[in-house]
């Protein structure tokens, strides 16, 4: 019982970090090429590239976490693990 609820917190942890992740992915991702810009001088040429390209890894890493945390969840609360 005690194995099962930790196991369903750490589920549930995941699941809120991975919607965390989602929410904040426009601003993370104005956060990851702004250092960009910062470590290439200040300018990029492509900016709304990278900075698309920092959204979508955001958006992707968050849709994982919160899938997987989603289904550790309902497995432990159905019984199944």
């Known amino acids: 019982m005690k194995k099962n609820l930790l196991k369903l917190i750490i589920f549930a942890v995941i699941f809120v970090i991975g919607l965390i992740i ?8 104005k956060n990851g090429v702004s250092n960009a ?32 945390g989603g289904l550790g969840v309902v497995i432990n609360i159905s019984g199944k693990s």
């Open 22 to 29: 989602l929410m904040n992915s426009i601003q993370l991702g």
């Open 37 to 68: 810009m910062k470590l290439n001088g200040g300018v990029l040429d492509n900016y709304v590239m990278y900075y698309e390209q920092y959204i979508t890894n955001y958006r992707f890493a968050g849709a994982i976490l919160s899938i997987l």
